[in-house]
Structure formats: structure tokens, C-alpha cells
């Protein structure tokens, strides 16, 4: 069975790749251009004629679209052009009936003393989304959408700014020997108008989640649960365990954050969040999230789009700047939330009677039973409480490219390396701030169009 799904997952990003390649050179112009590419693919990849539906499918797929059986190319181009990916994020591909070089940009949201140089298928309410279930069928079974094709017309129209806002677990997934800031200049040369930390929203959400504790957690049995990252651990709490969905916080995920402050600040921006997982294609189609982000791209995709476009980024400049604090970096990894808001807590109120102590779990079952102990009753030993649906955290993510452990590892030195030590000390919080008239970070909390952009309906 894992042989099975390493074939389906080589062949599936062949697939991704060749299609990727047509598009971008603009070899795609009709319907008849992608069958002649679907009997490239059988030929060059030794499919069978009984594959040609498996293969027109997974295109598809591939595409951003819907499969739709035993059926030739009709009219995939024109929905293409659309631009938006409809849900399910997931399809059953067998039987789909069931189921210039510096941009001047950034001056609104980075201050420029941190330049550092001059140049599962939805069967029932209860699923998580959590994407695991997708990683686990073979080839012809299921898959989850990919959704760069759509986004290749943006990347090559001047008049869109497209910002790629990248997680926090992204550092080392191309490479050990690659800085960011080489990745930045890759994602400018394919057309976005910049990359951007989704870092520096997980040190604005800290910031507001410090406040959040301090003002709900004041007693020994009060406890909060953190709503930040993970769409799993949110997911969990909000479908099968409403009775302590109130003690979690209202914050929208980084992820989502960056989206709603990049679109106030740029008019007409799009954003394109690059991540470890599978489930935060399934987040941001919700309906009180849709339009803050408009496709993503996991890692493994970006792998192949780089290969497919013959970008070498060890030959690129790197173009360096500091965007979040070491606290918001670890937000890539178990345990990471935890740290930042309890640097923030202490930096708010360090005198404060009732110290934060957290409880870190990360893998869905460890998180299931958190939840146990807490609706029981049982004294956990904290009041502050992070899950993370996956195993190490976003590190663990399902798209990932390299080793839980190694990921980790560039995460903290990552982090280490920031010259902001903490989200208080983040200047370019002030500089985002400043564009919606608010002076202190108090305003966070305060501010009514601040206040939307980070918070749930």
C-alpha cells in the first residue's frame, strides 16, 4: 500500500508538472491541446488505454477542477478562467459522483531597520478536513485539488499584485543551503509581487491573544484554548466538543489574518498562501473565511512548479529581510503558540497573579483526548491549551518535503536567527498598524476594522 501511494504521488506530480510547463508556455489553447498533453502523458509515463479517463481526470484535478467520469475536454479552459476553486477540496477521481527586481510594496507592513541587504473526504459534520485521508488512497482514488494552473494568468498580469504569504514552517523545505530570501526572489521572478511572512500575523495574533488570556483567565479553574494555526484542532473543538468551544478564542488564523490586512492595505491583491497542509485548502473555502485567500499551494507543488520552470534557486540573489519575531516563526512547530503567547502574557502583565502554563499536544488523537480530559472535568495541569492536528505541528504537515525532525531544527534556528526577539518588539506591526490610524498596540483589541480583519463571525 505506501508503495502504492509513492507511484501515485511521483505520477500524479509528472502529471502536475507537464501541465504546468503547457500552461505557463502557453501550449494549452484549446480543448483539443489538452488531449494531445493527456496522450503525451500515456505515452511518456506507459499508461494504458483503459487509463485515459484516470489520466483526463487527475488533469483535472491537477487543473483545480472537478473529475467528471469517462468524459473527453469540453470545458475546462473557460472554467479555468474563473479563477476560484470550488469544494470540495478533495474529489473521488474513480467515481467523482461520490463524492520589477525590488518591490517597493512592502512599505506598508515592514519597517526597513530589519533589511539585512541592499538589493479526507467530507463523508459526515464530524471530519476534520485534516487532508490525511487523501495521502492515504492510491493512485485512482482520491486527491486533493491543485490550484496553481488558475493562478499562472495573475502571476503574468502586471496590473494584479499577487502576494504569496508563506508559512512558518517553509524555511529549509527547498534546501538546507537556501536562505528565504533566495525564495523571495524565486517567487518575484515568477511573477508575485512579493513574498511575505505569515510570521508577522501569527506575532499580531499573539499579541491578541495575550490580551484575550489576560482578560478571561482569573482563576485557578479557568482555562483558554488557543484557536491559532491548525484548522484540525479548531475543527475538533468547534463540531465535537461545543461545550468548550467558548473558551476558545475568537482569532482567525495567521494564515487568514494575512490575507484580510494584505487586501486592506493593496487594492485589488490577491494572496496566495503557501503551506505544509492539505486542510487549509479546505479553510479558507469557509464561510465566514471565504476571499481572505484566494488559492494554496503546498510545498511539494511549489517543488515541482520550480522544476517545471527550470528555477535554480541556489543561482538566485537572495533578497533578506527580518518580517516576524522568533516567537511568530515557531508557531511552525508543537509547542510554538504556546511560547509566543506566554512571552507576551509575561511582557503585558508580569506581575500578574495567575501564571500562564501551558499544554502543548500535537497528532489528532492526543488532541482528542485533551478535549476528554477537559469536558470531564480532569485537572490537566494548565490553562492554556494548544493542539495541533498533526504530529510536530505545520512541520508534520502532509505536503511537506523534508524530515519532521530537520523541519523543526531550521524552524528554531530560523527563529534565532530574527533580529525581533519578541511581537512587542516587531516595528512592523506599528507600520500595518499606523495604516488603519491606530498608534499603540492596544488598538489590536480596540479598533473596529482591526478587530474584523482578526476575528471570526
Avoid at 511521483?10 to 504546468?20: C, G
Amino acid at each position: 500500500m505506501t508503495e502504492n501511494r509513492e507511484i501515485f504521488q511521483e505520477k500524479r506530480m509528472d502529471i502536475f508538472r507537464e501541465l504546468v510547463q503547457s500552461f505557463w508556455n502557453e501550449g494549452i489553447q484549446n480543448n483539443s491541446d489538452l488531449e494531445n498533453l493527456a496522450a503525451h502523458i500515456q505515452n511518456k509515463y506507459e499508461f494504458k488505454d483503459k487509463d485515459m479517463s484516470l489520466i483526463r481526470n487527475h488533469m483535472r484535478i491537477c487543473m483545480g477542477l472537478d473529475p467528471r467520469g469517462d468524459t473527453e475536454f469540453s470545458s475546462e479552459l473557460s472554467d479555468i478562467k474563473s479563477k476560484k476553486i470550488s469544494p470540495p477540496i478533495a474529489a473521488n477521481v474513480e467515481n467523482p459522483h461520490e463524492s520589477d527586481k525590488h518591490c517597493n510594496g512592502r512599505c506598508k507592513y515592514e519597517d526597513p531597520i530589519y533589511r539585512r541587504n541592499n538589493e479526507p473526504i467530507i463523508i459526515d459534520n464530524k471530519c476534520l478536513s485534516c487532508g490525511y485521508g487523501v495521502s492515504q488512497w492510491d493512485f485512482g482514488a482520491i486527491a486533493d485539488k491543485i490550484e496553481f494552473i488558475p493562478l499562472i494568468d495573475l502571476l503574468k498580469d502586471k496590473n494584479t499584485p499577487v502576494y504569496a504569504a508563506v508559512a512558518p514552517a517553509i524555511v529549509g523545505q527547498f534546501g538546507d543551503d537556501l536562505s528565504m530570501g533566495q525564495l523571495r526572489t524565486a517567487l518575484k521572478l515568477m511573477g508575485f509581487t512579493d513574498m511575505v511572512e505569515v510570521a508577522l500575523f501569527a506575532d499580531i495574533l499573539t499579541i491578541k491573544e495575550a490580551f484575550e488570556f489576560n482578560k478571561l483567565v482569573k482563576s485557578k479553574e479557568d482555562f483558554f484554548l488557543t484557536s491559532c494555526c491548525c484548522p484540525v484542532w479548531f475543527n475538533m473543538v468547534k463540531k465535537s466538543y461545543p461545550d468548550l468551544y467558548k473558551k476558545m478564542s475568537p482569532s482567525v488564523s495567521p494564515m487568514i489574518a494575512s490575507g484580510r490586512v494584505l487586501k486592506s492595505l493593496y487594492r485589488n491583491a490577491k494572496v496566495v498562501f503557501i503551506s505544509p497542509c492539505i486542510a487549509k485548502k479546505g479553510e479558507v473555502k469557509e464561510p465566514d473565511l471565504e476571499g481572505a485567500i484566494d488559492f494554496v499551494i503546498n510545498f511539494r507543488e511549489l517543488k515541482e512548479v520550480f522544476e517545471a520552470l527550470k528555477i535554480n534557486l541556489k543561482d538566485l540573489v537572495p533578497d533578506d529581510i527580518d518580517q516576524a519575531s522568533l516567537g511568530g516563526r515557531l508557531y511552525a512547530r508543537t509547542g510554538g503558540v504556546s511560547f509566543a503567547v506566554k512571552t507576551a502574557v509575561n511582557r503585558l502583565e508580569p506581575t500578574r497573579v495567575i501564571k500562564l502554563r501551558a499544554k502543548k499536544v500535537d497528532g489528532v488523537k492526543e488532541c482528542k483526548n485533551i478535549l476528554e480530559d477537559l469536558r470531564n472535568g480532569k485537572d490537566v495541569d494548565a490553562n492554556f491549551i494548544e493542539g495541533m492536528g498533526c504530529a510536530g505541528g505545520c512541520v508534520g504537515g502532509p505536503r511537506t518535503n523534508i524530515d519532521v525532525d530537520v523541519a523543526t531544527k531550521n524552524v528554531n534556528e530560523f527563529g534565532e536567527e530574527s533580529y525581533i526577539l519578541t511581537p512587542f518588539d516587531n516595528k512592523n506591526i506599528m507600520k500595518i498598524l499606523e495604516n488603519f490610524g491606530i498608534s499603540d498596540l492596544e488598538g489590536i483589541m480596540e479598533n473596529e476594522m482591526m478587530v474584523k480583519l482578526l476575528t471570526r463571525e
